[in-house]
């Protein structure tokens, strides 16, 4: 039998955009079959219901019971520092009466908390995955758009969360709805959850230039060691002048300085969203000592990486990611 109540659990932190692609989604499913008219409830994870809005949405306090749902989705664009006990007994509650769960974007930190992805291959936002991963060892964290693994589906988030949509009303109504729908929506295809998350190098370069593009991924496979820039030309079968002029003509640096940005901004990363020790941090990164890691890193960040860990802990506004204590 396919769906017809769907629960939606929405944290404060959501984003218009990711209701948007939702909740149009399924208008447009409903005016192309009637049958897959759904019947959707919205609910507010914390605060006071009148505090979220949005067009066309009416909020309302989270029920006692999530019972005679088909779908439980829990969404939120920010990781928690911790869940209200009413919302972790809720959820709980559907799990246990084998309500579906689905976690999109930061999400899948309310279902991760309550012990409900343990073994369960989850799609990770790129950007918290090092923090995902220490916090939830036990849970498969991917880089893929989705996974869907029986009563657990977890998305990154952004875009991915309409391909989501599509792939659940493909899966619950046939593919035929769904391509309806995405016809209508003007989305060029229906990408499979498989998918990467990050967007091609060569994109991100801004260049199609394959010795650029393989130096670059070369780098990026070799943070904790680097290569050398003579190294890198010799794997990519050009001169040293050559490499330096590609680097110059496309990313207006040279090799050297390119890499060091590289894995000062792996670096900063790390050190914003995991507890791993600051030369923990300046060793997987390439750099041979404590004071050779916070040197490079106050040059080009402006602040040392002591300092720059402890205000953004102190303000709580470590890229998403609940604050931690202030480091000693």
Known sequence: MPIKRIGFLVWPSTRP???ALLDEALRVAARVSKESALHCSWWVAEGDASSMSFPGIEFAPLPSSLEGYDRLIVLADEPMAQLPTATANAVRQAARASVPLTAISAGVYVLAQLGLLDGVRTAVHWRWQDDFAERFPKVIA????????KHRVTACGGMATLDLALA???REFGGELAGSVSEELVVERIRDGG????????????SSHPKLTQAVMLMEAN????LTTDEIATHVCVSRRQ???IFKQYLNRVPSQYYLELRLNRARKLLLQ????????GLSCGFSSGPHFSSAYRNFFGVTPRDDRNQRRASGAVEGVAAL???Q
């Open 195 to 206: 998918e990467r998350q990050r967007i091609p190098l060569r994109n991100r370069l801004g």
């Open 223 to 226: 943070i904790e060691e680097p």
């Open 243 to 245: 490499l330096e002029r």
């Open 168 to 170: 659940l009303l493909g």
């Open 274 to 281: 995991t507890s791993k020790s600051i030369i923990q941090i």
């Open 325 to 327: 204590p202030p480091e």
């Open 17 to 19: 955009l990711t209701l």
């Open 142 to 149: 991917t880089t893929h758009l989705f996974e869907w693994e």
